[in-house]
């Protein structure tokens, strides 16, 4: 079989492609046999979420890890965080999920951790399964000298949610109406283990998982992807909502007013909620949107330590420096006590728990964050030719500004500062932009900075 176009599959921190031509049940099965020899392994979890393609993706890369020699722990339909969860949890010595996260039905791919849930990224072992897994011969069958691994079922459900629940103190909780939009992806499971033993009142949208994703691609970060979710928490007057991606490791957080709120200043209530639980501590941040976080953490006596953006890096940084949390303005949260990696599911937990304490709304919490420091969000342009763009920047501020270049390019002035930097999986340049309280500076500097950029928009 002509695996030439699956090359173009494997990313930066993933692998992720349409199916059949990008992906298929031949490269699964091959990478099945390398997973388990590039990590001797002896017991792998492996986990899909909601994608038709799903389940026959996971039986070839489960026959290609048993044909080597390796044991599968089998936790069937679940969340990505489920899988690292899992793979600590069983002391597997590698997990894989089986997922697109929010790219659109026809795509499918693969997320991969060794031991303890490290990451498996183009600079630790991910480039080396592609060029083994599309060189060589594979015969199906198992290994010469090698017993044949068996599959086994694990639930892990129960276990999981226990230790979601351990973050918080349920002594504070108050009955909050909370909307809840899973996306026809794989959130609406815990959710329902959840609602049993929390005191809210869930407003379910969409939690029956679907693989032809009926009300949408469950990718909350898009604009229009949004209004669902807004109308019912204004309708059902809730007192917040949230909505998930695809595999859940990203939550997005609606205010009571229905009002969306950027992942940026999420960062900063977490790292106020775990610096008042651990003074002192390391806040991890990455280099897009700062101003807000340097503040919340300064004020609190913690330590922030910006790292470049993406999830091996940021779990790479986040072990260095013993961090006990991490948090990106694009919504991914890192725990260090959930093996430092992201989840869905705690952000939004955690920022409940914070709500029934303070007595406070959610926009309460952050409004004044956003009026102190207002911000772009993330714009995206198509472009053809993305260093040319970082390169026509750096011409036209050079020795204007204070300038970074740990993720693209960053300059910083007395009242606003940006960040420039190229995507790792997709053609396309991504701006944000942020003031010191001047939200008429901010769009006009985003303009300024787009017709820099060029290109189509995402």
Known sequence: MDLTKCRSAFKAYDL?????????????????RVFANLLSAKKV?????????????????????????????????????????????????????????????????????REGSRPISSDTGLMEIADRALSGSFTRGAEKGRKKGLVDKVDVMGDYIGHLLSYIDPGVLKPLKIVANAGNGCAGAPLE????????????????????????????????????????????????????????DRCFLFDENGEFIE?????????????????????????????????????????????????????????????VYGGEMSAHHYFKDFTYCDSGMLPWLLITELLCASGKSLSEMVNECIA???????????????????????????????????????LEFDKWRFNVRISNTEPVVRLNLETRGDRALMEEKTAELLAVIGGDPE
Request: aromatic share 8%; charged share 25%; net charge neutral.
């Open 263 to 323: 992942g940026y200043y999420i960062v900063g209530i977490l790292a106020e909620a775990f610096l008042r639980k651990t003074p002192g501590a390391r806040i991890i941040h990455d280099p897009r949107l700062i101003w807000n976080t340097l503040e919340t953490v300064r004020k609190l006596g913690g330590e922030a330590v910006e790292c470049k953006s993406g999830h091996a890096f940021i779990k790479e940084k986040m072990r260095q420096v013993d961090a």
């Open 45 to 113: 979890v492996l986990g899909r979420d909601a994608r038709l393609s799903g389940e026959s993706i996971q039986n070839a890369l489960a026959q290609g890890l048993t044909d080597a020699g390796c044991s599968v722990l089998d936790i069937g339909l679940c969340g990505t965080e489920m899988v690292y969860f899992a793979t600590a949890f069983l002391q597997a010595d590698g997990g894989v999920m089986v997922t697109a996260s929010h790219n659109p039905k026809e795509y499918n791919g693969m997320k991969f951790v």
């Open 372 to 410: 102190k420091f207002p911000c772009s969000g993330e714009v995206n342009r198509r472009v053809k030719d993305g260093p040319g763009v970082i390169a026509r920047i750096k011409e036209k501020y050079a020795g204007l500004g204070k300038v970074e270049e740990v993720d693209g390019i960053s």
């Open 16 to 32: 992720r492609g349409k199916v059949p031509d990008e992906l298929n049940e031949e490269l699964a099965y091959r990478i099945g």
């Open 193 to 248: 283990q959840l609602e049993k033993r929390l005191p809210f009142k869930f407003v379910k949208l969409h939690s029956q998982p679907d693989g032809n994703f009926p009300n949408g691609v469950p990718n909350p970060i898009l604009p229009q992807n949004r209004a669902e979710t807004a109308a019912a928490v204004k309708r059902e007057k809730a007192d917040l909502g949230v909505a998930w991606d695809g595999d859940y």
